[in-house]
């Protein structure tokens, strides 16, 4: 399978415990984007990455949220602190970045996050 | 700021066509993308339109007005499986930039 995909698919964890997902987008995607969806709503923007340099977060992204993409490759998103707000599904997407205007994002599977 | 709206749910028979759509104010534009969402899935990309007018693709077509703000996603031929969320979502920056999601429309499709 070359789709995009995410690491762990669930994680409970307590009020407090830091957590780490990590996200391998399509091998040839220069693009990559996290995003956060709760119940009923659609997922929402949280940071961007093209190859390894981190272009733009969203002011959702607290100080307790880092994301990284250290060789242009796998992203990792750390939650530090974590609060039961955080309880949610993070989804990871990748698009090529190519001329195409169209650039479509695909997504991963997501990691279910719950705080107990 | 950024506003997408579409309709909460909608209820359709399988073999009907449904139309689902979906009105955006944004601070910019630079394309409309429809995804599909299974409960508990990702998102799957169906269609994107940047210039106004139809697109089609086998049993579903996406359709835009830009000067209104507007698009709507076809089905035909509906079948069971298609029994999903489906998402509005418009790129109001540059190229490569985030997507804005709308909530999403549940579609059920009965027998």
């Known amino acids: 399978d070359t789709g995009v995909s995410q690491n762990p698919r669930h994680k409970i964890t307590k009020r407090g415990q830091n957590v780490t997902f990590r996200c391998d987008p399509i091998s040839e995607h220069n693009r990559l984007y996290w995003y956060r969806q709760t119940l009923g709503q659609g997922p929402e923007f949280l940071t961007y990455f093209q190859n390894e340099a981190q272009l733009e977060k969203s002011r959702l992204l607290s100080d307790r949220f880092s994301a990284e993409r250290p060789k242009g490759s796998f992203s990792t998103l750390e939650i530090q602190r974590t609060e039961q707000g955080d309880s949610a599904m993070y989804l990871c997407?990748?698009?090529?970045?190519?001329?195409?205007?169209?650039?479509?994002?695909?997504f991963g599977p997501g990691t279910r996050l719950t705080v107990l | 700021g950024q506003n997408i709206d579409q309709p909460t749910e909608m209820t359709a028979t399988e073999g009907a066509i449904v139309q689902i759509n979906c009105t955006y104010q944004?601070?910019?534009?630079?394309?409309l993308f429809w995804y599909q969402q299974h409960a508990g899935e990702a998102p799957t990309f169906l269609s994107y339109?940047?210039?106004?007018g139809l697109e089609e693709k086998g049993r579903f077509s996406s359709f835009l007005s830009r000067s209104k703000g507007y698009s709507y996603l076809l089905l035909k031929e509906l079948q069971m499986k298609d029994s999903a969320s489906y998402l509005c979502a418009v790129r109001p920056l540059a190229y490569g930039n985030k997507l804005v999601f709308g909530a999403g429309t549940i579609l059920r499709v009965k027998s």
């Open positions: 944004t601070s910019g534009f630079n394309g």
């Open positions: 997407a990748s698009s090529l970045g190519s001329r195409d205007s169209t650039d479509t994002q695909y």
């Open positions: 339109n940047v210039l106004d």
